[in-house]
């Protein structure tokens, strides 16, 4: 299983003012991150979800950030993918574009 991720967190123990909390893969890369404006890396206590489409394999992802959406429980798993109008159903994640489809793997079009 992988490590669980760092975050930056205030002198309050609160998260940066940001729509999507950035995760950091070591704690390296979140001390570079924090470095110019005083946060501080905190480890969370469990290894985060990610959603990949099971049709395309797009990993549910921020466009403003790029990186994949971190997910910490099933419940926000659950949550996040409907306000990226994704579907989660029994654990399989589609994308909104192959929900929508048809996707056809072998022409290599999806939606
Ligand atoms: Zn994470
Ligand atoms: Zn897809
Ligand atoms: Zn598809």
Do not use: F
Not at 3 to 28: F, K, M, N, Q, S
Not at 62 to 86: K, P, R, V
Request: aromatic share 6%; proline share 6%.
């Amino acid at each position: 299983m992988a490590d669980a991720c760092w975050v930056l967190t205030d002198e309050y123990g609160g998260g940066r003012d940001e729509p999507v909390v950035a995760h950091y893969l070591t704690e390296t890369r979140a001390k570079d991150a924090a470095r110019p404006d005083g946060y501080r890396p905190r480890q969370l206590d469990a290894p985060c979800l990610t959603l990949t489409c099971s049709c395309c394999e797009e990993p549910l992802q921020d466009d403003d950030y790029g990186h994949a959406i971190h997910l910490a429980d099933q419940a926000e798993a659950t949550e996040i993918a409907s306000a990226y109008d994704w579907t989660l159903t029994d654990g399989v994640a589609t994308c909104p574009t192959c929900v929508t489809g048809p996707c056809d793997r072998e022409a290599d079009t999806h939606g």
